[in-house]
Nanobody, 121 residues
């Protein structure tokens, strides 16, 4: 089992940048595919980005491709989401999640508590 704690959210103007972090407990962090998801008010939770266990493969939603970058540091048990060129539509609570299998296989079974990102126009 893994426990996840997100940080780095906040208020930023459109066009600005933020970097989210997700710290994981336990010594098996590198055994998990890690993902970022977000949920805006009144909307369903949606996939944002994912990264393979080794960090060699990444996956992005079309809406963030070219603007967001996911990365991980297995030595520090941390996954990051660098968000550039932020838009008001990016406003949401952002969650990190862990999947024992490959992205697209299995499910994200472990979730953090979320961190709020607000982008003002």
């Amino acid at each position: 089992q893994v426990q996840l704690v997100e940080s780095g959210g906040g208020l930023v103007q459109a066009g600005g940048s933020l970097r989210l972090s997700c710290a994981a407990s336990g010594r098996t962090f590198s055994s998990y595919t890690m993902g970022w998801f977000r949920q805006a008010p009144g909307k369903e939770r949606e996939f944002v980005a994912a990264i393979s266990k080794s960090g060699g493969s990444t996956y992005y939603a079309n809406s963030v491709k070219g603007r967001f970058t996911i990365s991980r540091d297995n030595a520090e048990n941390t996954v990051y989401l660098r968000m550039n060129s932020l838009k008001p539509d990016d406003t949401a609570v952002y969650y990190c999640a862990a999947n024992r299998y490959t992205h697209g296989v299995g499910s994200y079974d472990y979730w953090g508590q979320g961190t709020q990102v607000t982008v003002s126009s």
